[in-house]
């Protein structure tokens, strides 16, 4: 299993930006899939978590009303469209799959890096 995230960049505070996180090789469909972000000399944190069939979503309180979690199975592809962004929101961001019902996320993808300036 692997997992590609891209999206990131540079964006104003205020702004929005769209990760996505493409997975290849297992089924994708049967992952809960979630996004963490890690700021510099900090630990990683939990951002968001879907379920497989996306009727479930999870958020940090840090994010609530901010950031959306989505998943398109038939791309293999889950989202993180990130509103109202703020300076403490950068961090690199990465996204995991849980391939195992109520296991750890087991498969990272590289990450990416968000930059919000203020």
């Known amino acids: 299993v692997q997992l590609q995230a891209s999206g990131g960049g540079l964006v104003q505070a205020g702004g929005s930006l769209r990760l996505s996180c493409t997975v290849s090789?297992?089924?994708?469909?049967?992952?809960?899939m979630g996004w963490f972000r890690q700021a510099p000399g900090k630990e990683r944190d939990f951002v968001a978590a879907?379920?497989?069939?996306?009727?479930?979503?999870y958020d940090a309180d840090s994010v609530k009303g901010r950031f959306t979690i989505s998943r398109d199975n038939a791309k293999n592809t889950v989202y993180l469209q990130m509103n109202s962004l703020k300076p403490e929101d950068t961090a690199v961001y990465y996204c995991?799959?849980?391939?195992?019902?109520?296991?750890?996320?087991?498969?990272w993808g590289q990450g990416t890096q968000v930059t919000v300036s203020s």
């Open positions: 090789g297992g089924t994708f469909s049967t992952y809960a």
């Open positions: 879907i379920s497989w069939s996306g009727g479930t979503t």
């Open positions: 995991a799959a849980a391939t195992t019902p109520g296991a750890q996320y087991g498969y």
